[in-house]
């Protein structure tokens, strides 16, 4: 190889690696191998929020390839971006990452679920049902119902050593009848089974938590499949 092909292979390399890092693309979900029973389909194009709806102008936008969810002023009553689409039984790979710093609260984000959509405080787009809470408080939370469901009994914010604070997050949610589990960067944070007919077909929100302070999420990934079989795929010990 000449001089000239091995400084145009470095350059080339140089660009796609300052792309990967102003970007922050991934293709992590596209790695993980699906069962060939399901037939997994993207939720976000990672051009638009097409197939999404809430409050776009105000809270949500699409940045270097990832959902942001965002504000400045207070968010008087928790908002969610929600898919169009309705979902009861499925499997639901994406990456989260929280944003830190001094101008920035910590307060959770979480993914909704098997609820319904609720007006609160003059937001169309509230919910009320299950939260799966992620980055710096794990667990379930049934807003607008009963609180805390997972783990029973804990009062407080809960941290989970899986968590990588500040940087992406990769999650999968598997839900199947009334079993709820969610594994973090290959840990287990959550396996609940709820009472029946307390779940139903809902569209799936992200969440941005109700806050007086700035707050900052992305969301990238997002790729769901429905009649799923019953294993979790990124789950260490459940991995081949």
Known sequence: MTSTSITGLLVILVIAASAQCVYGQTDWVKSVPFPKS????PLFNGHDLSGWEGQVAKYWSVQNGAIRGANEDEVPASTYLFTKKSYRNFRLLFEVKQTRGEKFSTTHSAVAVLGEKLEDKGDPFSFKGPL?????????????????????????????????I????????????????????????????????????APIGLQLHSNQRPQEYHFRGLILAENTEDRLLTLKSETK
């Open 38 to 41: 399901e037939k997994p389909s």
């Open 132 to 164: 799966l809470m992620f980055c710096n408080d794990w667990g379930i939370w049934d807003a607008n119902r009963r609180n805390r469901v997972y783990p029973a009994g804990h009062n407080g914010t809960l941290q989970h050593a899986a968590e990588k």
């Open 166 to 201: 500040g940087d992406w997050n990769r999650i999968e949610v598997l839900v199947i009848d009334d079993h709820i589990r969610m594994v973090a960067n290959g840990q287990l944070v959550i396996d609940f089974t709820d009472q029946p007919g307390m779940l139903k077909p």
